[in-house]
């Protein structure tokens, strides 16, 4: 089984709609990430979280929301979604135990688009 | 501000040649590099990564990257490509506090037979 993975992996929405993402781990990690993807960009920090009760902004956090419910499950979610969110999202986990530099470890992704 | 620079957008070898990719960084201190490479449908796998010591460092599926910091450079290598290493590369440097990565824009490999 994955160590990461990423619901729903697929999901097409109209504009306005709230949505959900939902990241899951198995690895312990303590700090979670989402990331977004837009072709020629590379990946562009959303929000990250280092455990249940520490959450932080990252790069393009406008638009967007998330719920770090229990160590291993970080959502995020579109409170009323526009066409520029239509991207790939990436959910992520790194252990603090290691220091600066620790490995981050990705999910599949998921393809949202927005109509 | 930390920033990554990949050159290529596209590069096309052939199989069994061998391959170097481009990365540069822009970072004040002693910079902590990656690279990713994401397979069509895929998510992201760690390559390898630099933090200290020998410039050189090895990596999965034999890669290697050297870090050159009077270029600011990262560059990927392999000495002869497979038709499987056709993928998305990314480069990567940490950011700061909280193990934030910035990424570069990519670089996707095309490997001709």
């Known amino acids: 089984d994955a160590d990461v993975t990423q619901t729903p992996r697929n999901r097409i929405t109209k504009t306005g709609k709230r949505i959900m993402l939902e990241c899951s781990q198995t690895k312990g990690h303590d700090r979670m990430y989402w990331y977004r993807q837009d072709p020629g960009l590379g990946l562009q920090l959303i929000y990250y979280?280092?455990?249940?009760?520490?959450?932080n902004k990252g790069e393009i956090s406008d638009g967007y929301s998330v719920s770090r419910q229990a160590q291993a499950k970080f959502s995020l979610s579109l409170e009323s979604a526009i066409p520029n969110q239509t991207a790939l999202y990436f959910c992520?986990?790194?252990?603090?135990?290691?220091?600066?530099?620790?490995?981050?470890?990705f999910g599949p992704g998921t393809r949202l688009t927005v109509l | 501000a930390q920033s990554v620079t990949q050159p290529d957008i596209h590069i096309t070898v052939s199989e069994g040649a061998s391959l170097e990719l481009r990365c540069n960084y822009s970072y004040g201190a002693t910079p902590y590099l990656f690279w990713y490479v994401q397979s069509p449908g895929q998510g992201l796998q760690l390559l390898l990564k630099?933090?200290?010591?020998?410039?050189l460092v090895q990596g999965i599926k034999g890669f290697e990257a050297e870090f050159k910091r009077s270029q600011s450079s990262f560059n990927l290598r392999k000495p002869s490509v497979h038709w499987s290493d056709a993928a998305e590369y990314f480069c990567a440097v940490l950011r700061g506090y909280g193990n934030k990565l910035v990424f570069g824009a990519g670089t996707i490999l095309r490997v001709k037979s």
């Open positions: 630099y933090f200290s010591g020998d410039t």
């Open positions: 992520a986990t790194s252990d603090s135990s290691g220091g600066p530099g620790d490995t981050q470890y």
């Open positions: 979280s280092f455990d249940v009760k520490d959450i």
